[in-house]
């Protein structure tokens, strides 16, 4: 593996608030796929009334039951992407993430540079 080094470029964040911001991550990609499923079960409610859908004459036509059917489906494929990205997060998080920390003099350096940043503003 080949591992860019760049000893003039100062560390600018630390190990746990990147593992934080995955854990951040984590919790909007399960309120995405919440609000998701929310949608799918309103397609899925105007798919029971046919005769109360239309469609726009813009494209090939369409049965608007059908059309329901396919935005359901479609979003069932996208909720399936994000569980996938859910399980490569949590892989991150789980197996590497958790396990970074900066050195002691890395640390202290970080937080000299936070600490002059802070004084500055």
């Known amino acids: 593996m ?3 080094r760049i000893p003039d470029d100062p560390i600018r964040t630390a190990p746990v608030d990147l593992y934080e ?5 984590d919790d909007r990609l399960t309120q995405l796929r919440r609000e ?3 949608i799918q079960r309103e397609y899925a409610a105007l ?3 046919p005769d109360a859908l239309a469609v726009d004459n813009l494209g090939d036509p369409i049965d608007p039951v059908e059309a329901t ?7 069932t494929l996208a909720d399936e992407k ?3 990205a859910g399980v490569w997060l949590s892989r991150a998080r789980g197996r590497y993430a958790t396990r970074l920390k900066l050195t002691d003099a890395a640390a202290d350096e970080l937080d000299r540079r936070r600490n002059r940043a802070e004084r500055t503003r």
Not at 21 to 25: G, N, T
């Open 47 to 49: 798919r029971r009334h």
């Open 82 to 84: 994000l569980d996938a």
């Open 2 to 4: 080949s591992i860019n």
């Open 21 to 25: 911001r995955l854990h951040d991550v």
């Open 36 to 38: 998701i499923g929310e």
């Open 69 to 75: 059917f396919r935005a359901e489906t479609a979003l």
